[in-house]
């Protein structure tokens, strides 16, 4: 399985402009998880899927962020306009919901510098 | 609020060196994940805990869950440079969906 996979790897706009961070889960995962980590605030989640539905979306700072799952197998995160303090390094996971407890897989990661 | 805690927040050792670092909540999980994290890379799953009191061991390291599922820690044996890096640990509440992560530890182990 070639696991979660995100793009861009990195990402560099100015503020104002939109963005869109991709990521397709592991085929078979149902759940699939956003994540942004700094410094200091570490590992925040933004939002989480359950069988392509929005389960819990308290976690997205602003109507600035939004996120999408059309299908199982792909789901972007967008923020518009951007602003220098959505910099951070943004995760997607993605869980099968195994029996004893929620098993994430992360993807690489993408890195988000907004000027 | 912070639910669950970890400590020490940062820890760097000698190579050979044993450590312990610790995972510590006021809240009762179902299961506890711990996860190991590289610079430039995201969490790797190592282990799963589910039954309070439960003891596994992933070659050099050892994982408790707490008798009253609401503490954790983790133990490396002979510490090598390999085991660098950031160890977050992840409660999940019984049907939550989610899980809530610590701040983590980071660890560095010095040759």
């Known amino acids: 399985d070639a696991g979660v996979i995100q793009s861009p790897r990195h990402e560099v706009t100015e503020m104002g402009q939109e963005v869109t961070l991709r990521c397709k889960p592991i085929?078979?995962?149902?759940?699939l998880f956003w994540y942004r980590q700094t410094m200091m605030r570490g590992l925040e989640l933004l939002i989480y899927?359950?069988?392509?539905?929005?389960?819990?979306d308290s976690g997205m700072p602003e109507d600035r962020f939004s996120a999408k799952m059309p299908n199982a197998s792909f789901s972007t995160l967008k923020i518009q306009p951007s602003e220098p303090r959505d910099s951070a390094v943004y995760f997607c996971a993605s869980s099968g919901q195994a029996g004893g407890g929620i098993e994430q897989y992360f993807g690489p990661g993408t890195r988000l510098t907004v000027t | 609020t912070q639910l669950l805690e970890q400590s020490p927040q940062f820890l760097s050792i000698q190579e050979g060196e044993n450590l312990t670092v610790y995972c510590n909540s006021s809240?009762?999980?179902?299961?506890l994940q711990w996860y190991r994290q590289e610079p430039g890379e995201g969490p790797v799953l190592l282990v799963t805990?589910?039954?309070?009191?439960e003891v596994k061991k992933l070659k050099r390291l050892t994982f408790q869950f707490g008798d009253a599922r609401k503490d954790s820690s983790l133990h490396i044996t002979a510490a090598q440079p390999g085991d660098t890096g950031l160890y977050l640990c992840?409660?999940?509440?019984?049907?939550?969906?989610?899980?809530?992560f610590g701040d983590g530890t980071t660890l560095t182990v010095k040759p």
């Open positions: 992840a409660g999940a509440r019984t049907n939550a969906g989610k899980s809530t």
């Open positions: 805990v589910v039954t309070g009191g």
């Open positions: 809240s009762v999980f179902s299961s």
């Open positions: 899927f359950n069988n392509n539905v929005p389960i819990d």
């Open positions: 085929s078979g995962h149902n759940s």
